[in-house]
């Protein structure tokens, strides 16, 4: 079978010619639609409307059938699991148009329209009969005679003494023409999910691909590195985070072994082991959101600090930060970091669990802070609790935490705790989840804010709430009387950070 394009008129369709051989001696020739009418009209099922105006066929090729066939890769390559670059070579025809060298860049500037805007694939290209000659590539679902041309397209063409006459030209598509997902979509079994997404972490690619992607796993990792610049290693989660620490096992799909690498987020640099510590990306946006709430002065308690993505951009503000990680490894790069961006005189650092980070430094530190000074303090205080899978469960440190004669409600610390959620309402389900520990109601007294999309029916959140006196002073009761802060508009950020 031979796919031609519609020699007349302005339909974008192809014609699926059977058992009709064209000659071509060349690459690049004249499409001569006299000699092809008079072979086409002795063909098994097609007929001639008008050879002036166009050719029909019964049956026509869909258009999204045509688009992905073209610029597909070759359909042997089903089923490969070991990458063979080679076996991705394919031929298509494509319009061009035949212009002398000089006038190209002039030209270009009108034929923006009418030009192939294929990534990897050069527009202009030698004419192999011609050296003062260059052939301009068009758009195969536009281009499809001289009348393919607008008016505007062809008054320059005029203008600069161009023929308008149209030539194919058969061109050589390899591995290094095909985006990532067209390789994986044409590789995995048809009708499968395909992987061409991955956490970016400096040279790392971190995939977590599903179970019918796994006999593919190593084919996938080197497309990774292949088709995105800088990516050395692709690595695959294969557990679940461990929530001790927040790593999780991880096999190399392909590239290098070295997970020591260097991020930039949010303009601060950071650098770890990542086989060793927990990194993600996704929430640099909830970083930032969280930094812009601090004000110069304001003080941050970081329970699970990680490597310094909130403590790092806080104490750029002036602001005073305890951090606190549990993981050796991450209290060792957290302190790294914190020198690395030059921080490291504004942030205290605590290698502790995090019932004992509130029940110890925190507690310590808010009793100066809520003390009896308390009043002329100008400065507020925050506690964020970013462990997902478990932070609601260190909310009970807050009880009873603090002696003493309780400060004025304004100045109570406001607590960030995240979680995840896969209840039909999120944010209510995680306001009652963090009241039951608390042993109070926060769904008058709280904010939720949703953070991203974790999984399919699975999201995460972040509760903010201001500590009530009565929870947090010992011999205090719950009342009515305690001033809370209206709650603030639940607010989405783009689930794709």
């Not at 890769?73 to 061009?96: C, N, Y």
């Not at 041309?149 to 600069?160: D, P």
């Not at 992607?213 to 800088?230: F, R, T």
Request: charged share 25%.
């Amino acid at each position: 079978m031979r796919i031609l394009w519609r020699p007349f008129g302005f339909s974008r369709r192809l014609l699926k010619v059977e058992s009709c051989r064209i000659t071509e001696s060349e690459s690049l020739i004249p499409l001569a639609w006299a000699s092809l009418i008079q072979k086409l009209s002795s063909t098994p099922g097609i007929f001639l409307l008008d050879q002036r105006k166009r050719f029909s066929t019964m049956p026509e090729i869909e258009t999204n059938q045509r688009d992905s066939e073209l610029f597909s890769p070759p359909s042997d390559v089903r089923g490969m699991t070991e990458l063979d670059r080679t076996a991705f070579k394919k031929t298509i025809t494509i319009p061009v148009l035949k212009v002398r060298k000089e006038i190209v860049n002039k030209l270009m500037r009108s034929l923006k329209r009418a030009a192939l805007q294929r990534p990897g694939i050069k527009r202009v290209i030698e004419d192999p009969e011609d050296e003062e000659s260059r052939l301009i590539m068009l758009d195969p679902y536009k281009m499809f005679t001289d009348d393919s041309f607008e008016k505007g397209e062809l008054s320059i063409l005029k203008q600069l003494n161009v023929n308008p006459q149209i030539y194919k030209y058969n061109l050589e598509l390899t591995y290094e023409n095909f985006k990532s997902e067209e390789i994986l979509k044409a590789v995995l079994p048809e009708g499968q999910d395909v992987t061409s997404g991955f956490s970016r972490v400096g040279h790392i690619a971190h995939l977590n691909l599903r179970d019918h992607q796994l006999p593919y796993k190593h084919l996938i990792g080197q497309v990774m590195i292949d088709k995105n610049p800088g990516i050395t290693s692709a690595v695959n989660k294969i557990n679940n985070i461990d929530n001790t620490y927040r790593n999780f096992q991880m096999e190399v799909l392909s590239g290098e072994e070295n997970m020591m690498t260097k991020v930039r987020e949010n303009n601060y640099t950071y650098e770890f082991d990542f086989s060793k510590v927990y990194w993600n990306p996704r929430l640099s946006t909830e970083h930032s959101r969280i930094t812009e709430l601090l004000k110069p002065g304001d003080v941050l308690f970081d329970v699970f600090a990680g490597v310094g993505p909130f403590a790092i951009p806080v104490a750029k503000k002036n602001c005073t930060v305890f951090a606190n990680d549990l993981n050796p490894e991450s209290h060792k790069w957290l302190l790294h970091n914190c020198k690395l961006n030059k921080v490291d005189q504004k942030v205290k650092v605590f290698n502790l669990d995090g019932k004992d980070f509130l029940q110890g430094p925190v507690r310590e530190e808010l009793m100066q802070q809520l003390g009896p000074l308390s009043k002329e303090r100008k400065h507020s205080v925050h506690i964020v609790m970013n462990l997902p899978a478990k932070a609601t469960e260190f909310l009970s440190a807050f009880k009873s935490l603090l002696d003493g004669q309780p400060c004025g409600s304004e100045l109570l610390p406001t607590v960030h705790c995240y979680s995840f959620s896969k209840d039909a309402n999120p944010a209510k389900d995680v306001q009652q989840r963090a009241g039951t520990v608390l042993g109070i109601s926060l769904e008058a007294c709280s904010s939720v804010h949703l953070v991203r999309n974790v999984a399919p029916n699975k999201e995460m959140l972040c509760i903010t709430f201001r500590i009530p006196a009565a929870i947090l002073y010992k011999n205090q009761t719950l009342n009515g009387d305690h001033h809370e802060d209206p709650p603030i508009k639940r607010q989405r950020t783009d689930k794709d950070f």
